[in-house]
C-alpha cells in the first residue's frame, strides 16, 4: 500500500492550517496593538514562507528539514498554551505542528524508498 499521498495530504493539510491559525488569531480572533502585528506577523509566518515552493512540489529533501522547521512551532505553541489566556491556541498549534512533523517525516521516508525502489525497477 502506498502511504505517500496520506502523508502528504497531512502535512499540506497541517502546514495550511498552522499558518491560517497563525494569522486569523493576531489579526482578527486575539487583535495585537497595530504596532506589533508586522513584527509578530513576520517572525510567525515568516520561518513558514521557506518551504512552501518544495512542499507543494512534494520535495523529498524539503519535507526532511520543513521537520526541523516543525519543532519549532511545536515550542512556540507550547510556549503560547503555558499561558491561560492563549492556552487553547497553544495547544492547537501544537497540535498541527505535530502533525506537520509526522508528516513530514514520514512523506521524506516514503517517498525516498520509493524513488530508490523505482530506480531499482528501471536498472533491471
Given amino acids: 500500500m502506498n502511504k505517500t499521498p496520506l502523508f502528504r495530504w497531512l502535512t499540506l493539510t497541517s502546514y495550511f492550517a498552522l499558518m491560517t491559525l497563525i494569522f486569523c488569531w493576531h489579526l482578527w480572533l486575539v487583535p495585537l496593538e497595530p504596532q506589533f502585528i508586522s513584527f ?5 509566518l515568516g520561518p513558514l514562507m521557506f518551504p512552501l ?37 497553544g495547544i492547537i498549534v501544537s497540535l498541527l505542528s505535530t502533525g506537520f512533523f509526522i508528516g513530514c517525516v514520514f512523506y521524506a521516508r516514503f517517498s525516498s524508498q520509493q524513488m530508490k525502489q523505482s530506480e531499482i525497477t528501471e536498472n533491471t
Fill in 40 to 44: 509578530i506577523l513576520l517572525t510567525q
Fill in 53 to 89: 515552493r518544495g512542499l507543494l512540489h512534494g520535495k523529498s529533501y524539503t519535507h526532511a528539514w520543513a521537520a526541523y522547521l516543525a519543532l519549532f512551532y511545536f515550542i512556540v505553541g507550547i510556549w503560547y498554551a503555558s499561558a491561560e489566556t492563549t492556552r487553547i491556541f
